[in-house]
């Protein structure tokens, strides 16, 4: 059975660059011999100019052809975070890609700000987090809270073996619908039964 490659797609705002690095070296040293992943972010695609002026548009279409996307998000919410959060769950909801969506906050991103802060900006990115969450609850969606590298590196790590056993289950399961479906074959037409190994015998040669 050969191996399947899986994009990822990682999502954040900018002050999460420990967190995606830390997600870089975890996708890197992951070992499967039945998956494999690659990972996609914006750090690594084209800074060139666009034609419209909007990079966004570029990177989009980027996103809808990954398998998995991971969006996180701590203090404040990036500039195109939701729009990358609702452009991924519809593919889901439309059975496209991607095929698996996780989303990650930090513990301290549902810290609420009392409304005589002098930091009004702050107070405001933390509305925005909480309107993300709730916009994630009210989709019946879970999103995963974390408190350190370690445990989101974790989590992770747990996702994504999950999504191996699901997806080598998948594989077997499927390879043994094709055997059934030709051994049917050969029954409904009276042939011998035969072992369904592949052989390949050359054709004799012309005397």
Partial sequence: MKSKTFKIFLASSGELVKEREAIRELILGY??????????????????????????????????????????????????????FDLAYEGMRNLSKPKYMFVYYSDKSSEHYTLDTNDMKAMMANIEVLSLIKHC???????IKFNSISTLKASIND?????????????????????????????????????????????????
């Avoid at 609850?137 to 999103?143: E, G, I, L, N, T």
């Fill in 31 to 84: 070992k499967d011999i039945h998956l494999k992943y690659e990972l996609i972010m914006w750090e690594d695609m084209s800074k060139s100019f666009t034609r419209n002026g909007i990079q966004q548009d570029t990177i989009n279409p980027v996103l809808k052809e990954c398998d998995v996307v991971i969006l996180m998000f701590h203090s404040k919410i990036g500039k195109f975070t939701k729009e990358e």
């Fill in 159 to 207: 996702e994504l073996k999950l999504i191996e056993k699901r997806e080598y289950r998948n594989d077997i399961v499927h390879d043994d619908t094709i055997v059934k479906i030709v051994q049917e074959k050969i029954i409904s037409s009276n042939l011998p039964k035969i072992d369904l190994k592949v052989h390949a015998t050359l054709p004799p040669k012309d005397p």
């Fill in 137 to 143: 609850q009210d989709k019946q969606q879970v999103p």
